[in-house]
Each structure stands twice: as C-alpha cells, then as structure tokens.
C-alpha cells in the first residue's frame, strides 16, 4: 500500500537516523560495491553529501524514511529504509523534486536492476554509461523532462 509521507528539508538533526537508512538501503542496492554503506563512503556521504546537497527527507510519523540528496536537477542520491520500500517514499521523493527543478538527471549502477526499473517506471530515459571512476562498475546517466 502506498503511503503519502510528508516530505521536508533534511535538518542536522536528522543526520543519525539518516545515515542509518543510508547505510541499510545502499548495502541492499550496491552489494557489489567494496565497502559500500560504510567506511570511507560513510564518512563522504557524512561530511559532504549531506552538508553540501540540497537534502530532503521523507517522514513517517516523526521518523526519516527516505532521503533524497539535490545537486542543482541532478539526483545525487535517492535512498528508502529496506522496511519501508515499496510503499510510494521513493516515488513521492522523486515528484517533489520534479516539482522543484522540472528535468531531473540522475546516475544509477548497471548493477542495479531495481533501482534502473524503479526510475524507468518514473519517466528516466537511458542517455548515456560511463564507469564511475571510484568502484570501476558501470554507471547508467538517466534524465527526465519536466513535465
């Protein structure tokens, strides 16, 4: 069932329990990745990422369920707590930056065959792949018009 989860700025506040889905959702996503939702990557998402995007989260009752991280209309990063994926938090996130930037761009992992249908579904078309020079997996660039 689809929930509509109120969708606010990220506050530093928020930042444990942020970094706790982070973690959880990008070892489900990025198995392939060394060290991914931990360590070093950690420590970047931490330090910049969520001081230097325009972050948003998803709240359920008082508590982040998703986050999405803004770079002018580029997502740098879109993640949903495995406990509450499924539900319209991914989606919801998604729209509420479309309503802010209209075209959208994003870059997802081959590898990741969820999140590649999840965006497909959501309007993303495939424009270009490049290696992401970090893990050496592909990368897929996606982007969608405004609408």
Same mark, same amino acid.
């Given at each position: 069932? %689809? +929930? ?5 700025r990220?506050?530093?506040?928020? %930042? ?7 973690s ?7 198995p392939?990745?060394e060290?991914?939702?931990?360590? %070093? ?9 969520? *001081? ?21 209309s %580029?997502?740098?990063?879109? #993640? ?15 729209e509420?930056?479309? +309503? ?8 997802v992992?081959?590898?990741?065959p ?15 792949? *490049?290696?992401?020079?970090? +893990? ?6 996606? #982007?969608?018009?405004?609408?």
């Amino acid at each position: 069932m %689809e +929930t509509k989860p109120l969708v606010r700025r990220y506050q530093a506040s928020d %930042e444990d329990e942020v970094m706790a889905l982070w973690s959880s959702a990008s070892k489900l996503a990025h198995p392939f990745v060394e060290g991914e939702g931990e360590g %070093e990557r950690a420590r970047k998402v931490r330090e910049v990422y969520l *001081r230097e995007a325009e972050n948003w989260v998803a709240d359920e009752d008082g508590v982040a369920v998703g986050l999405l991280g803004l770079i002018g209309s %580029e997502i740098g990063g879109l #993640f949903v707590a495995p406990r509450a994926q499924g539900r319209g938090i991914g989606r919801a996130l998604v729209e509420h930056a479309a +309503t802010l930037r209209g075209d959208l761009l994003l870059e997802v992992f081959e590898a990741n065959p969820a999140a590649r249908g999840f965006y497909g579904l959501m309007g993303f078309e495939e424009r270009e792949r *490049r290696v992401d020079e970090e +893990t050496g997996h592909v990368l897929i660039v996606m #982007f969608r018009p405004g609408r």
